[in-house]
Every structure is written in C-alpha cells, then in structure tokens.
Nanobody
C-alpha cells in the first residue's frame, strides 16, 4: 500500500528556507521517479523538481539554484530543500511517486510573506 505523506510546510519570510519531506511507510526504493509539484491559488499544478531512482534530477527554471531535491531510501523519505524563498513560491506542495502508476500525497502548504 502506498501512502505518501508530506510535511515541513509553513509560513516563512521572503529570503528564508524550508525543507519539505515526503515519506512512505512502505518504502520508496521501488519508486522509479519521485517529484514535487505545487499549485498556487487559481493556477495549474506545476512540476517543481523530480528525481529518479538513479539520482538524476530535473528542476523547473523558476527554482533552479534555490531548491534541491533528494531522496533517502534508507529513511523512506524524499526531500525538497527550499532556499531564498520568494512570495511567488507560495503554494500547496504535493509529492508524487511512480511505481507503474502515479501516486499523490495530500499536500503541504507553503506561505512566503514579502
């Protein structure tokens, strides 16, 4: 059974940092790709970053150089380190994982005050 649980969201001032976590109690080793998506009010959900089981990463242009995605198979957790946060990063952040089909978490809210 897959249950992705995000945590780490909250309120932060512009220029600050947050680290998001996405965990699955059944492990993440078998997920071929895991990623972070976000959706701001009134906007479509968009890819923030993803990482393959081999460790290859991909980032949206808007977060390159500021965000870092990683995964720790031993801790059954994927992370998103977010630095130099901007007001436009405000959104609900979702974890997605692929094992044949795609699974989604319920999201964690990140609010960046300017």
């Amino acid at each position: 059974q897959v249950q992705l649980v995000e945590s780490g969201g909250g309120l932060v001032q512009a220029g600050g940092s947050l680290r998001l976590s996405c965990s699955n109690s059944g492990g993440i080793l078998s997920f071929t790709v895991m990623g972070w998506y976000r959706q701001a009010p009134g906007k479509q959900r968009e890819l923030v970053a993803d990482i393959t089981s081999g460790g290859s990463t991909n980032y949206a242009e808007s977060v390159k150089g500021r965000f870092t995605i990683s995964r720790d198979n031993g801790k059954n957790t994927m992370y998103l380190q977010m630095n130099s946060l901007k007001a436009e990063d405000t959104a609900t952040y979702y974890c997605r994982a692929r094992r044949g089909i795609y699974y989604w978490g319920k999201g964690t809210l990140v609010t960046v005050s300017s």
